[in-house]
Every structure is written in structure tokens, then in C-alpha cells.
């Protein structure tokens, strides 16, 4: 079975700063995406960015980029230059495709993120 | 907005109660996925469905049921409700199924069970 962790339940960071969300994962499949989701108080669930396992390239968008490390089976979020809006509970979420597990979602236990001015 | 609609955005009824979800996918999408997210549970996965059949299944209670109709909305019903089905309940959409497409996220359906 596949497991996603997150061992910071929350964290803070001055608007400007930069700060490193982690997330490790558990699987023994061959085919699978990472994604970090951001979740506002509004409970709207919004794709951050999201990363193919067979590309050693790491995934950026805009401020954010990922730090994939297959091999350790880690995924981080690195936001940079934070800003009030990124106040939010970030969520790693892994999905296997080509398997019985394909489209299922699998998250972990989120990462309240809170950005100071 | 992610082009997914759920309705209704919150629902309040009793113990007993059997309620009814909707969600509309994205246009073009043909798969629809439902998550829960509770605070014990966190977010789970509980069914999917691509192009009216049934594709995937979570850990949906047997109390739990959900289709697709022709027209790609989804449904989730909801039966003899406890207190602890008390929570947030997600819809996603993909394009296909199968593949290593993103799911986008509905506003979510807020269900408290008194």
C-alpha cells in the first residue's frame, strides 16, 4: 500500500522568505505522479504543481519548484519569496497510473503553512 | 475556479438521514472521483468513476453509494447517517482514466450530521 507523510503539521514564514514544505512517500509502484495541493480557509482544494516520477528534472511553477529525490522516495515544496496569500494547509498527494491503484489519490496529513507579514 | 460544481455547498441533517451529493465534472472530463475529508480520517479517496462505470473504490462504507449518469454528473448517496460521517466531501474530475491526468478539485460539499 502506498502511504504519503508529512512530519511538519505546521509552519510559518515571513512574507518574502523562503520555506521548504517536506513530504516523504511509500510505494513499490513503477508508474506515479507527486502533487502538492494547497488548501485556503476556503477548503478549496488547488493544484500547486505536480511532478512525473520518470522525469529527474524537478517541477517549477512561478515561485514554487519541488525537490524529488526518487531514490529516497522525498518530494519538498519550496515556496519562495512567500506572500499572504500562500496562508494555506498544503497537502503531497501521490497517484500510481498502469495499476489496480490508478487514479486514487493517496495524501497525506497536510502542512498548515501560515505567512507572516 | 477549478470548473467543477458540487452542490449543495453545506448540508445539515439528522442521524438516520440519507442525503445525496451532485457533482459536475469539468467539461470534457470523463472520470469522477469522490474524497473525504474528515479530521480524524484526513483526506480519502472513496470511489471513481469513468464514463459511467465504476473504475476504482477507497474505503467507501457500505452505507455509501455513488454513480454516473449519461450525462457525466456523479452522485453520492449517503445512508443511514452517523455523527462521523460528518465532513467534507470532495469531487474531482480528469479528462481520462488510466493515465497520469491531474484532478481538479470541486468547492467541496460541507455535511454536518446532528
Known amino acids: 500500500a502506498q502511504t504519503v507523510t508529512q512530519s511538519q503539521p505546521e509552519m510559518s514564514v515571513q512574507e518574502a522568505e523562503t520555506v521548504t514544505l517536506s513530504c516523504t512517500y511509500d510505494t513499490s509502484e513503477n508508474n506515479y505522479y507527486l502533487f502538492w495541493y494547497k488548501q485556503p480557509p476556503s477548503r478549496q482544494m488547488i493544484l500547486v504543481i505536480r511532478?512525473?516520477?520518470?522525469?529527474?528534472q524537478n517541477a517549477t511553477e512561478n515561485r514554487f519548484s519541488v525537490n524529488f529525490q526518487k531514490a529516497a522516495k522525498s518530494f519538498s515544496l519550496k515556496i519562495s519569496d512567500s506572500q499572504l496569500g500562500d496562508t494555506a494547509m498544503y497537502f503531497c498527494?501521490?497517484?500510481?497510473?498502469?495499476?489496480?491503484?490508478?487514479?486514487?489519490?493517496?495524501f497525506g496529513q497536510g502542512t498548515t503553512l501560515q505567512v507572516k507579514p | 475556479d477549478s470548473g467543477v460544481t458540487q452542490t449543495p455547498k453545506h448540508l445539515i441533517t439528522a442521524t438516520g438521514q440519507r442525503v445525496t451529493l451532485r457533482c459536475s465534472p469539468r467539461?470534457?472530463?470523463?472520470?469522477v472521483y469522490w474524497y473525504q475529508q474528515s479530521l480524524d480520517q484526513g483526506l480519502q479517496f472513496l470511489i471513481q468513476y469513468y464514463n459511467g462505470e465504476e473504475r476504482a473504490k477507497g474505503n467507501i462504507l457500505e452505507r455509501f453509494s455513488a454513480q454516473q449518469f449519461p450525462d457525466l454528473h456523479s452522485e453520492l448517496n449517503l445512508s443511514s447517517l452517523e455523527l462521523g460521517d460528518s465532513a467534507l466531501y470532495f469531487c474531482a474530475s480528469s479528462a481520462t482514466w488510466g493515465g497520469p491526468d491531474t484532478q481538479y478539485f470541486g468547492p467541496g460539499t460541507r455535511l454536518t450530521v446532528l
Open positions: 511532478q512525473e516520477a520518470y522525469k529527474q
Open positions: 467539461s470534457g472530463d470523463l472520470s
Open positions: 498527494a501521490f497517484m500510481a497510473f498502469r495499476s489496480s491503484n490508478t487514479g486514487k489519490l493517496i
